[in-house]
């Protein structure tokens, strides 16, 4: 009887970890969705909001800090963004990496740059709030698209 009050009791935290993880995905995605979502919208103040003021990045063109992602969002039209192949994990209490595809539509200083590219994005968690502090994306090439 003993034994399986045992398998009880870790069948039931299991569940509850395997939920807590499936719930900081969502949320963390919805974060991810946000950041994109202010970038296209041009509202540096919302993306101020879910990205670090310290924030890296790396993409084909170059490396990125805060001020040239704000001078760049100036030169994006974004038609639209959505998501694929979505994954996170962590092995941290306070920092979750995630990996995705999103397909983009839309024209960089009047080029187009459409396409899907692979992306991944570090998160942090800072006293009660998850903030990007890294992200990268590099398109994909035409033959995987």
Do not use: C
């Amino acid at each position: 009887m003993q034994k399986y009050i045992v398998y009880a009791v870790v069948a039931f935290f299991s569940a509850v970890a395997i939920s807590i993880a499936g719930s900081e995905k969502d949320m963390i995605m919805a974060k991810e969705k946000a950041a994109w979502q202010a970038f296209k919208d041009k509202d540096a103040a919302a993306f101020q909001k879910v990205v670090d003021k310290d924030l890296r990045a790396v993409y084909a063109e170059g490396i990125a800090d805060m001020a040239k992602e704000m001078a760049d969002m100036k030169k994006w039209d974004i038609k639209s963004f959505s998501f694929g192949d979505y994954n996170s994990f962590t092995d941290e209490p306070d920092v979750i990496v995630t990996t995705y595809t999103v397909k983009i539509e839309g024209t960089y200083d009047g080029k187009d740059m459409s396409g899907t590219y692979n992306a991944g994005s570090v998160w942090k968690k800072e006293g009660n709030d998850w903030l990007g502090i890294f992200h990268t994306n590099i398109k994909q090439a035409a033959a995987t698209q």
